[in-house]
């Protein structure tokens, strides 16, 4: 009855057509079609937004290539501008020095003359002072000749160090700029992602509590109704031996900063409540922690945390529960093990159980990722092998007809016909 239903005759050739496939292969075309029309449309606007970046840098390191060469083509012609400018004062005092003394010379000289034959036994004396004043003359020009040098190199390197100074500020300033857009994009980011405070407290709170119903089944979990005065939950520890071995209270924060004022009401909290240990489970630790610990008598640490201390929380209470049957009135002990579990020794060996914890866990998340990713990768090829296998038989058989022979696994079954007719 069905094929009667589904199936037309060829007017040209008499074969027996299935109008579901083809009307199945319709739509299976115009799904493809559409699916790479917006394909093509995200990969447009993605290679668009690349492209844009790719300029904006490339105009970025443009703009700052320039600005260098600008900077270091000024620097070098005031440099020698004032090089040149040292040199004429430098010349100008040294033509002068030498006009004076020339001067002197040429006097001395025309006396001498005059009375040259009065002092021809002094010829010799007058050509030794000639030389020294040669001399004299070139020790001077070599001296003024370095002075110049070396305040010509002092001046060069002024003349660098502050370029070198500009060029820094100017880099500082831009890298300034840079980390500020970033910080800026990262805390939008981050508020975005962040979203309600309360909303992540309650989500905070509630993962607190399932986590421990789930992990001690044996224990009696009760949250603190919401506008109640307390923490979050209070966590009875029971064996199955024993039941009310001790209390445990928990109360979650989430906030940026940590206030000394949340220990102060725990407390008070605590002792209302009459409970044995107290846990605050905060995103941000004291200023003088590093990790969780105890201060005040009040035991602090993060989520991760949070899970290995509560197993030994819990399992310390039951030791002491044990304790406290087996050597009744023996108080010393009793105040032996509170020193205990309030010093820095069973601290430090909790600190180590936990830091194992935290270790297993994240390798256990790196293997839960790992296995997810080929499950998923897995899952995809056999349902391509499947789909592509399921699309070939059917393209046959409505070219074929009922020629090509049925596969059970590819056929609906009985109830999913009967629907599909009803």
């Not at 004429?88 to 034959?117: G, H, S």
């Not at 071995?245 to 979650?252: D, K, L, P, T």
């Not at 995103?283 to 009040?298: F, T, V, Y």
């Not at 209470?317 to 105040?335: F, P, R, S, W, Y």
């Amino acid at each position: 009855m069905k094929t009667e239903e589904t199936t037309i005759q060829c007017p040209s050739c008499g074969s027996a057509i299935d109008v579901n496939d083809i009307l199945k292969h319709q739509i299976e075309d115009a799904l493809r079609k559409e699916y790479q029309l917006k394909a093509n449309e995200d990969k447009q606007a993605l290679k668009l937004q690349s492209d844009n970046l790719a300029k904006d840098k490339a105009e970025f390191e443009a703009k700052k290539q320039k600005e260098n060469e600008l900077f270091a083509e000024r620097m070098e012609k005031e440099l020698k501008l004032k090089e040149a400018e040292m040199k004429q004062k430098l010349t100008k005092k040294l033509e002068e020095e030498n006009q004076d003394q020339l001067m002197l010379l040429n006097k001395e000289l025309d006396e001498k003359t005059e009375k040259v034959k009065e002092l021809h036994k002094k010829d010799a004396e007058i050509a030794k002072l000639q030389r020294e004043k040669m001399e004299v003359k070139d020790a001077a020009e070599a001296s003024a000749q370095k002075q110049f040098t070396e305040q010509l190199n002092l001046e060069r390197v002024k003349i660098k160090k502050q370029a070198e100074d500009e060029h820094e500020f100017k880099e500082a300033t831009l890298k300034k700029q840079l980390e500020d857009q970033k910080r800026l994009t990262e805390e939008m980011r981050r508020k975005q992602e962040q979203g309600s405070m309360q909303l992540q407290g309650e989500i905070m709170e509630l993962a607190i509590e399932e986590y421990l119903i789930n992990t001690f089944p044996l224990d009696t979990i009760s949250e603190i109704k919401k506008g109640a005065n307390g923490a979050d939950c209070v966590h009875v520890v029971n064996t199955r031996e024993n039941q009310n071995c001790g209390c445990i209270y928990y109360e979650s924060k989430r906030a940026k900063v940590f206030q000394v004022a949340w220990i102060e009401k725990f407390k008070n909290d605590l002792r209302a409540k009459k409970a044995d240990l107290g846990v605050l489970v905060t995103e941000c630790l004291p200023g003088d922690m590093q990790r969780m610990g105890l201060k005040d008598g009040i035991w602090i640490c993060t989520f991760q945390e949070f899970k290995g201390l509560s197993a030994v929380l819990r399992e310390s209470i039951i030791q002491l529960n044990k304790a406290m049957q087996t050597q009744e009135n023996k108080g010393d002990k009793m105040v032996m093990l509170y020193d205990y579990l309030t010093g820095n020794e069973f601290r430090s060996q909790v600190e180590c159980i936990v830091e194992a914890f935290e270790q297993m866990q994240g390798d256990l998340n790196k293997e839960k990722i790992a296995m997810n990713r080929i499950w998923a990768q897995r899952e995809k090829q056999l349902d391509k092998v499947i789909q592509n296998t399921a699309g070939m038989h059917g393209a046959i058989k409505g070219i074929a007809g009922n020629a090509v022979q049925t596969i059970m696994a590819l056929e609906l079954d009985c109830t999913t016909e009967l629907l599909l007719e009803n």
